[in-house]
């Protein structure tokens, strides 16, 4: 897949950053956080895109990649505010209280274009779900919530598989009984590492919706 991204270069202190975004945004994407049960709705093409960047930030590890899905249109179902997303890996180290000052030295981006290898992210996904079945498996995305932003943090293979889980969505998604009707349908999902203590275990619902006016869906074979 080719991605179309915008590059920042900002500087906090002694430290040189390097940030990407999406260059046009996922207008009929949103996502609420998981408190315990986040959910995420979008289209073809937002899922889709999502599953690029989720590739793309597999294989990026000096990389953070920001996706501000609360500029997009609101939904017209689901409950919570909405929130943006960062991808970082474990390996980078990123300081959720320099996430504000960071987001706002964004400016004078570059254009990049890059192209996401669907083969290699097919395979690092299979060696994640292969291991996972392990006793000692500890290889799950963690999660935060600051400054309205859900970040992600995880390694090559769990940030390939999450690429993977949009993948389906995005194919599998308009194929669902009742989206002709704009009725959200839950096609898959992102599972979170559980907090301490226990609890409900933490995920993000993925769900495929098209957007209004729903007489121009039509699901395919129907």
């Known amino acids: 897949?080719?991605?179309?991204?915008?590059?920042?270069?900002?500087?906090?202190?002694?430290?040189?950053?390097?940030?990407?975004?999406?260059?046009?945004?996922?207008?009929?994407?949103?996502?609420?956080?998981?408190?315990?049960i986040g959910l995420l709705l979008g289209d073809h093409d937002g899922l889709n895109r999502l599953a690029g960047l989720f590739s793309f930030a597999a294989y990026s590890r000096h990389t953070i990649v920001h996706i501000p899905?609360?500029?997009?249109?609101?939904?017209?179902?689901?409950?919570?505010?909405?929130?943006?997303?960062?991808?970082?890996?474990?390996?980078?180290?990123?300081?959720?209280?320099?996430?504000?000052?960071l987001r706002r030295a964004l400016k004078a981006g570059t254009p990049l274009s890059v192209r996401t290898d669907e083969a290699r992210t097919h395979k690092d996904a299979d060696a994640w779900t292969q291991r996972h079945t392990h006793a000692d498996f500890r290889d799950e995305l963690g999660h935060a919530?600051?400054?309205?932003?859900?970040?992600?943090?995880?390694?090559?293979?769990?940030?390939?598989?999450?690429?993977?889980?949009?993948a389906y969505a995005a194919g599998w998604g308009p194929r669902q009984k009742r989206v002709a009707q704009g009725h959200a349908a839950i096609v898959s999902?992102?599972?979170?590492?559980?907090?301490?203590?226990?609890g409900h275990?933490?995920?993000?619902?993925?769900?495929?919706?098209?957007?209004?006016?729903?007489?121009?869906?039509?699901r395919p074979g129907g």
């Open 69 to 101: 899905l609360r500029d997009g249109i609101p939904p017209d179902e689901g409950l919570g505010e909405r929130v943006d997303l960062v991808l970082a890996h474990h390996s980078y180290g990123l300081r959720l209280s320099k996430w504000p000052e």
């Open 145 to 166: 919530t600051h400054a309205r932003t859900l970040f992600l943090f995880g390694s090559r293979d769990a940030f390939a598989r999450a690429a993977g889980n949009f």
């Open 189 to 198: 999902g992102i599972w979170l590492k559980d907090e301490p203590g226990g």
């Open 201 to 218: 275990p933490r995920e993000v619902l993925v769900c495929f919706k098209p957007y209004p006016p729903y007489a121009h869906f039509k």
């Open 1 to 36: 897949m080719r991605l179309r991204l915008t590059e920042f270069r900002p500087r906090t202190g002694p430290h040189e950053r390097r940030v990407v975004q999406p260059r046009h945004t996922l207008r009929h994407t949103s996502l609420t956080a998981p408190e315990p």
